[in-house]
C-alpha cells in the first residue's frame, strides 16, 4: 500500500509560481505523476517521472512545469511556471508501480492517489 500526502497549493497570480509536493509512503520502483481536474472538467494529466528519471508532459504545460523526484525524502515535486488561469485545478499526486498500467498517461494506469491540492490561478 501507497501512502501520498500533497501539499503546497494556493491562490496565485497569473504569470506566478507554485511549488507542489507529494511525499510517499512508499518510492521504489514506482512512477510518480501529477493529474488535475478542474472546474467541470475530466482530469487529465499533467506530468509523469519513472524511478529512472525520465520524464513526461502534457502539452499544455510543457515549458512552464517540472517534475522532479527526490528519492531519499521519497517525495515528488511539480514546479509551476507561469501560471494561466486555466490551470486552475485540484492536483492529484499519483503513483503506480510496475504492475501497474503501460501507460504514464492514462490515470486508469495507477493505483495509488493523494487527497489533491487546490491551484488557483487569477487573472
Known amino acids: 500500500q501507497v501512502q501520498l500526502v500533497e501539499s503546497g497549493g494556493g491562490l496565485v497570480q497569473a504569470g506566478g509560481s507554485l511549488r507542489l509536493s507529494c511525499a510517499a509512503s512508499v518510492f521504489s520502483t514506482v512512477t510518480m505523476a501529477w493529474f488535475r481536474q478542474g472546474p467541470g472538467k475530466e482530469r487529465e494529466f499533467v506530468a509523469a517521472?519513472?524511478?529512472?528519471?525520465?520524464?513526461y508532459y502534457a502539452d499544455s504545460v510543457k515549458g512552464r512545469f517540472t517534475i522532479a523526484r527526490d528519492n531519499a525524502k521519497k517525495t515528488v515535486y511539480l514546479q509551476m511556471n507561469s501560471l494561466k488561469p486555466e490551470d486552475t485545478a485540484v492536483y492529484y499526486c499519483?503513483?503506480?508501480?510496475?504492475?501497474?498500467?503501460?501507460?504514464?498517461?492514462?490515470?486508469?494506469?495507477?493505483?495509488?492517489w493523494g487527497q489533491g491540492t487546490q491551484v488557483t490561478v487569477s487573472s
Open positions: 499519483a503513483a503506480k508501480s510496475v504492475l501497474g498500467g503501460p501507460s504514464v498517461y492514462l490515470g486508469t494506469s495507477y493505483a495509488y
Open positions: 517521472i519513472t524511478w529512472a528519471g525520465s520524464t
